[in-house]
């Protein structure tokens, strides 16, 4: 019988966590994702990793340890992360690749968003860089027919520790789009959305000059 990542896949949200270790399962980190777009993607991503892990790998209690938590109502299915590497369905692992450790950067950009991270775009998910907090709203695509003029815009709303919120729109249409540049408690640092490393359209980026 072929193994199977998941049972089902009529998902309607999903957890990540991130444990003190193998051997201590307190969770010292969660994030629950809403955004059934992304959830859908990234359970396709992990299905494309080859099921029947040829490698049994023992790990010390140590180790780091997070785990992907796909829910469909009161079913749940789980995805382990083990030292970047991932659980099969066989409970073995396969070579250290970098198809999965693209997948592993996503997940770990969510659970701890930083400046200078690659960060999925995730639909109305808050993530805490310190200072400030960003939270991605989506994107609008907008149409001004029949004048040749259309666009889309990517919406974030940033919020300082005063909970001052603004919010934030970057267009992109015939030209890629721009840097969004802004100031919270004399920081200075964009919000980045295309560039050569293939952000657009799915991550963005916070690039800071007083973090760099």
Known sequence: MERRWFDF???????????????????????????LGFINILASRIEKIPTDGDMMISFAGGAEYMEVLFYSEEKIQEVEIIQKGFKTPSTGFNCKNEFEQEIYNDIDALLFPAIGKKIPKVENLKLDFGEFSIEYKGNEFRDF????????????????????????????????????????????????TFSKEGLYPAYFKVLSENLN
Do not use: W
């Not at 991130?18 to 994030?31: I, K, T």
């Not at 004048?147 to 909970?163: G, N, Q």
């Open 9 to 35: 896949k009529d998902f309607t949200s999903m957890e990540i966590l991130r444990h003190e270790s193998l051997a201590d399962h307190r969770v010292v980190r969660a994030v629950k994702v809403d955004d």
């Open 145 to 192: 027919a029949p004048a040749t003029l259309s666009f889309h815009i990517d919406s974030f709303i940033l919020v300082d520790k005063k909970r001052n919120e603004q919010k934030i729109e970057i267009s992109s249409g015939q030209l890629p789009p721009k840097p969004y540049s802004a100031t919270v408690n004399n920081l200075k640092f964009s919000i980045v």
